[in-house]
């Protein structure tokens, strides 16, 4: 069975760090761009970090430009997102989406993406 699982999310003050991780199971993640995207409550999903297949290539939302990192060890068959100076407006469930390296899925288009975790949450409060 194909999966994607998210894990890392949780509760974390304003300014501070988490690291989301998304593992495969069932495939390999080498031939994949992986993008990560949130959903708040009563928003649409939004895209907010993608990384190509080879890693040679990464884009990020402006939301986040500077505060994310997104990564991946194909060895491990797990792509990663760091994420620092946490803010509310990051309070959301998190998503990682496998899909084809194409400039579509660099800019977040969700039809590019075959396969979705069941998203992690990420709450930034005091």
């Known amino acids: 069975q194909l999966q994607l699982v998210e894990s890392g999310g949780g509760l974390v003050q304003p300014g501070g760090s988490l690291r989301l991780s998304c593992a495969a199971s069932?495939?390999?993640?080498?031939?994949?761009?992986i993008g990560w995207f949130r959903q708040a409550p009563g928003k649409e999903r939004e895209g907010v970090s993608y990384?190509?297949?080879?890693?040679?290539?990464?884009n990020y939302a402006d939301s986040v430009k500077g505060r994310f990192t997104i990564s991946r060890d194909n060895a491990k068959n797990t792509v990663y997102l760091q994420m620092n100076s946490l803010k509310p407006e990051d309070t959301a469930v998190y998503y990682c989406?496998?899909?084809?390296?194409?400039?579509?899925?660099?800019?977040?288009?969700?039809?590019?993406?075959?396969?979705w975790g069941q998203g992690t949450q990420v709450t930034v409060s005091s």
């Open positions: 069932g495939f390999t993640l080498d031939y994949y761009a």
């Open positions: 989406a496998a899909g084809s390296s194409t400039v579509q899925a660099m800019f977040f288009t969700i039809p590019e993406y075959d396969y």
């Open positions: 990384i190509s297949s080879s890693g040679g290539s990464t």
